[in-house]
């Protein structure tokens, strides 16, 4: 558990800049600094927010949105790369831990993926989304579970997953074993419409109660002129819009602050992490209300690779299993 007993976070709602990585990445370095001057410790941004998440690929037929994907494709970030080096040089210069989602490019294929960067500047860990969500599959690769991890920094350990991975209860349940006091969650905003707002909701404060950990959610943001510009169909253009839900929850499943759920801003509280214990000490989710000689998960956490070497085949035929199971001896 961590020592520092209040941690100042803050969650992020901003428009990306269409067609610069760069741009982006600018309004970026600006709201961590923003934050920082509040007093924030701890700054998440939205889904795959550089350079933007793919609206186009929710509202145009996959025939028509070709040269879309490919300047997804020219602005992506690769990692490591000039980006990263950016925001980890701005987390560094003001002790900030950064969450932050990017459309990265590795080679002939892009990844949902989620960054956190700590106080020190240092990439603590990259992941990518495991399965992307219905239109998004013709956009993005699969990540794989050696991304499911949680991470130790200054002001407390951090996991991460992006959007609807929270339907996917074994994805949380891998973090909440690993103890995880500070979740982070990234959803695209400006989507679908008020439901989409309502289900955020309900599933970021389940997961504080159910992982009894604090969650920082940050939703992404266009405005009209974005909209239009992604498609100039009145019908389709109201599928970008709504869908914000901006918010910071206790462990014991309360907003902090108001939540934003619509324009640019921030919300920022002030995370009592006593708050934890108090939580778990009636429901430990991982601890004394589990039952693993009952129920356990098995994670094969090894990263998946299109090619290995010949010296490493047998060693790779039993990938490493995390369980609690115990051993068979029939």
């Not at 439901?195 to 266009?222: D, K, M, P, Y």
Request: with cysteine; net charge negative.
């Amino acid at each position: 558990m961590t020592s520092k007993k209040i941690v100042r976070a803050a969650a992020v709602q901003i428009a990306p800049v269409f067609d610069s990585a760069f741009g982006t990445v600018d309004k970026v370095c600006q709201a961590i600094s923003d934050a920082a001057k509040e007093g924030a410790q701890l700054v998440v941004f939205p889904e795959t927010f550089v350079p933007y998440y793919p609206y186009f690929s929710f509202v145009l037929p996959p025939v028509a949105s070709g040269g879309a994907h490919l300047k997804l494709y020219e602005h992506a970030v690769v990692v490591p790369g000039p980006v990263t080096d950016a925001v980890a040089a701005q987390a560094r210069s003001l002790g900030v831990v950064v969450v932050l989602g990017v459309n990265e490019r590795d080679h002939g294929s892009l990844y949902n993926t989620q960054l956190i960067f700590d106080e020190t500047g240092s990439l603590v860990l990259k992941r990518r989304k495991i399965t992307p969500t219905f239109h998004e599959r013709m956009i993005w690769g699969q990540g794989d579970a050696s991304g499911l991890k949680v991470v130790e920094t200054g002001i407390g350990r951090i996991g991460a997953l992006a959007c609807w991975e929270h339907y996917n209860p074994l994805a949380r349940y891998a973090l909440m074993a690993q103890h995880e006091e500070i979740h982070c969650s990234q959803f695209p905003g400006s989507l679908v419409g008020p439901i989409f707002a309502e289900q955020i909701e309900v599933t970021i404060r389940h997961h504080a109660l159910e992982s009894g950990c604090f969650v920082i959610n940050a939703t992404g943001w266009l405005s009209d002129q974005q909209i239009e510009s992604v498609t100039p169909d009145p019908g389709l253009q109201k599928a970008l819009r709504g869908g914000c839900c901006t918010a910071i929850i206790s462990p014991e499943g309360q907003h902090l602050a108001e939540p934003l759920r619509s324009g640019e801003g921030m919300v920022i509280a002030d995370l009592d992490m006593s708050l934890i214990t108090k939580r778990k000490r009636m429901m430990d989710s991982v601890g004394h209300y589990a039952r693993p000689e009952l129920l356990s998960l098995r994670i094969n956490d090894r990263p998946a690779a299109p090619m290995f070497s010949e010296e490493s085949t047998a060693e790779l035929s039993f990938p490493p299993i995390h369980s609690n199971e115990q051993p068979s001896h029939e």
